[in-house]
């Protein structure tokens, strides 16, 4: 089993609709993050947590939340989809300070 | 403005034959270094790193990357491609607080490699 875990793989959705994204991991790792890839513009972080009761914005939240329900469980929520949110969402974790990150194999969610 | 540069957006080599992908970065602070590598519907997986001492860094599946300071660059090296190796290769700089929150991103170099 992957160490760190992303449901759905794949998502089509329409414009308006809420979706949760979920990751899990077994890493026992502390810190987890939700990255967004589009094509072009590269890796983007949009929320990342240091514990259960820290949860910080990177740089592109808008439109998104996060819900860290566990140490090993980081979900990443939108309220509201619209189809500039059509990408590939990437989760993971790294266990010290600059330390390796390890990612999911990734959401890919289209907002039609 | 910090900042990471990988030129080749694409580039396709034969099997068999050396490889190097340029990164370079512009970085107010002393840099950590990372190149990470996603292969076809997969996460990235890190490939080496450099946070100090010795200036070319050994990696995973015969990687190597060499890190100049006076030219604000990190390539990353292989001596003989396989065809495994076609993938998504990304350049990640951040600070040498090792927050990978501040981690900056390169847009990344695509890999095909020819039999």
């Known amino acids: 089993d992957a160490d760190v875990t992303q449901t759905p793989r794949n998502r089509i959705t329409k414009t308006g609709k809420r979706i949760m994204l979920e990751c899990s991991q077994t890493?026992?790792?502390?810190?987890m993050y939700w990255y967004r890839q589009d094509p072009g513009l590269g890796l983007r972080l949009i929320y990342y947590s240091f514990d259960v009761k820290d949860i910080n914005k990177g740089e592109i939240s808008d439109g998104y939340s996060v819900s860290r329900q566990a140490q090993a469980k980081f979900s990443l929520s939108l309220e509201s989809a619209i189809p500039n949110q059509t990408a590939l969402y990437f989760c993971?974790?790294?266990?010290?300070?600059?330390?390796?990150?390890?990612f999911g194999e990734g959401s890919r969610l289209t907002v039609l | 403005a910090q900042s990471v540069t990988q030129p080749d957006i694409h580039i396709t080599v034969s099997e068999g034959a050396s490889l190097e992908l340029r990164c370079n970065y512009s970085y107010g602070a002393t840099p950590y270094l990372f190149w990470y590598v996603q292969s076809p519907g997969q996460g990235l997986q890190l490939l080496l790193k450099y946070f100090s001492g010795d200036t070319l860094v050994q990696g995973i599946k015969g990687f190597e990357a060499e890190f100049k300071r006076s030219q604000s660059s990190f390539n990353l090296r292989k001596p003989s491609v396989h065809w495994s190796d076609a993938a998504e290769y990304f350049c990640a700089v951040g600070s040498n607080a090792g927050n990978n929150r501040k981690l900056i991103w390169g847009l990344g170099t695509s890999l095909a490699v020819n039999p």
């Open positions: 890493k026992g790792h502390d810190r």
């Open positions: 993971a974790t790294s266990g010290v300070q600059g330390g390796e990150l390890f």
